[in-house]
């Protein structure tokens, strides 16, 4: 077994099992050894869970020796955001006043995951409380500052912040992350991997620390679109146990795909006025290779909507609403942001009627989207429009708006994230790569060093 | 009243993390409380202003 094995993906490492190339107790310890050495590099590992996951990989090889295939995740080994349950376990939601917590109940999305015969081998970072309604600092986290594996100067992104990290650095094959509103797509930007935020109500909830009922989504972080759609085939379905539960299926059919030459993307052409200058070479070149297989591509805007008004007043009224227990015991002090302590005890004060607006504005929203997707069949933009700030830095700004000179009139695609977020919409965030876009860019990135955003320093691809 | 196209772009930046008006340096705790007073504030006014047919419900369902 190679080093090529944390950098392969989810099919590759699935194949080698059923070869014995490796067993996945090999595997298993081969990846725990990894994240238990590295994690702590990128402060990206809560827990390890090194012991169960052997005695799991033990079953597991002895399954596949049976010739008992489960499918395309047996055997792997994967992280999971430390927001989500394991019975017996540490879940600590990222957060100093929930440091001890053991739960009495394991994840759905676990459980699930479990059956596929992939292996959880430990819990990853977190910003505390996933970010609450808002923070300032990167190391707004009881494990310290989430570090970028390509830059440890800057942040990797947040809230799943170690989900990020270790799928980028190959701690882990694949990693289950969570957003409410950017926390799976802002991470996978930065640290340059594939993340996919499913339709609201798709995955189970149930066992997930809630931050926003009506907004939070479970989902996929990986080293590419297939094997997103692979873990999200496995985790989607319906769940009694969870109120929010649209109670459908996700079946991962590239093979029944639509051509691209048949569907169409909406983009507005003034986003690239608003990412930094030195990102929108990379941007120019992603539309590039978007047309060149075949989409097309239609200038378009955003329903017009206070987005950002609406997502701060829904997170912050249900979020404060779930932790007002936290906040009327004063242990809300104990969180490492101050601006997050502030925001949760204010979110107590929102009234009735301002939640309510909001949520009456939603339904407009998820109208106005409706009627966008009769004309388009996906909307492509900047996950973010900056690359990952330094951890020094106030977080405040950080997404890359043009900050020297006049910002531009329309607002294009920046408020994107909250949108899709109140609408209830899936997203894909894939790494942006200048040059040849190739299956195993990561291959290259161990190579040669890549600037964080996943945009190669020099040479051409 | 009907919010602009200027006053809609500067409403849309993404508040989970990225607040807005802020200065480089933390202010102090009482400041910040206010801080986030204000922007809460400023939320709801911006809500508030926002026109929408009376018949609209909230994107939530109870069901018995």
């Known amino acids: ?461 | 009243m009907k919010l602009s196209r200027r006053e809609l772009a500067a409403a849309a930046v993404a508040v989970v993390v990225a607040p807005s008006g802020e200065s480089q340096t933390p202010p102090p705790a009482q400041d910040l409380a206010k801080v986030v007073h204000d922007a809460n504030r400023r939320n709801a006014d911006t809500l508030a202003k926002f026109e929408i047919p009376i018949s609209t419900e909230p994107a939530f369902q109870f069901k018995a």
């Open chain 1, 1 to 461: 077994m190679t080093d090529d094995v944390f950098f392969a993906s989810v099919s590759d490492l699935n194949a080698g099992l059923k070869k014995h190339e490796y067993s996945c107790v090999e595997l298993v310890r081969a990846f725990s050894e990894r994240l238990a050495t590295l994690g702590p590099r990128y402060n990206a590992l809560a827990l390890p869970l090194t012991e169960i996951a052997i005695r799991r990989a033990k079953l597991v090889d002895d399954e596949i020796k049976r010739e008992r295939f489960r499918g395309p995740l047996q055997g792997v080994p994967f992280g999971a955001k430390d927001l989500l349950a394991v019975a017996g376990q540490v879940t600590s939601w990222g957060a100093k006043p929930y440091a001890a917590q053991v739960l009495d109940q394991t994840a759905t999305v676990l459980t699930k995951l479990d059956k596929t015969g992939s292996v959880l081998i430990g819990k990853l970072a977190m910003v505390e409380l996933a970010g609450g309604p808002s923070y300032r600092m990167a190391n707004a986290s009881l494990f310290g500052p989430g570090l970028n594996p390509w830059d440890r100067t800057r942040w990797s992104g947040g809230s799943s912040s170690g989900s990020g990290s270790a799928v980028a650095a190959g701690l882990v094959p694949f990693a289950l992350g969570s957003e409410t509103s950017g926390s799976i797509l802002t991470p996978s930007a930065f640290c340059g991997v594939t993340g996919l935020r499913p339709t609201y109500g798709l995955v189970s909830r149930h066992g997930a620390m809630a931050l926003a009922w009506t907004m939070d989504k479970i989902g996929p972080m990986c080293r590419s679109a297939e094997d997103c759609g692979l873990v999200l085939q496995a985790i989607a379905g319906g769940d009694s146990e969870d109120p929010g539960s649209a109670g459908k299926n996700f079946y991962y059919t590239p093979q029944y795909a639509r051509k691209f030459s048949d569907l169409k993307a909406g983009f507005t052409a003034v986003d690239l006025e608003w990412a930094e200058p030195e990102m929108r070479p990379a941007l120019d070149a992603a539309m590039q290779v978007i047309r060149g297989i075949g989409l097309q591509t239609v200038e378009t805007k955003l329903p017009e909507f206070p987005y950002g008004a609406l997502a701060g007043t829904v997170v912050s009224a249900e979020g404060s609403s779930i932790f007002e227990p936290l906040i009327t015991s004063g242990k809300v002090d104990q969180l490492a942001d101050a601006r997050q302590i502030e925001g949760l005890k204010a979110g107590l004060e929102i009234p009735a009627k301002d939640y309510l607006k909001a949520m009456r504005i939603r339904s407009l929203v998820k109208k106005e989207f409706h009627r966008l997707f009769a004309d388009v069949d996906v909307l492509v933009a900047p996950g973010r429009y900056g690359i990952a700030p330094k951890i020094s830095e106030p977080l405040d700004g950080s997404g890359g708006r043009a900050a020297q000179g006049a910002r531009p009139a329309a607002p294009g695609m920046t408020s994107l994230i909250p949108a899709g977020n109140l609408a209830g919409l899936p997203a894909l965030s894939l790494p942006c790569v200048r040059g040849g876009e190739k299956r195993h860019h990561f291959r290259r990135h161990r190579a040669e060093p890549v600037r964080p955003g996943g945009r190669p320093i020099g040479g051409d691809r």
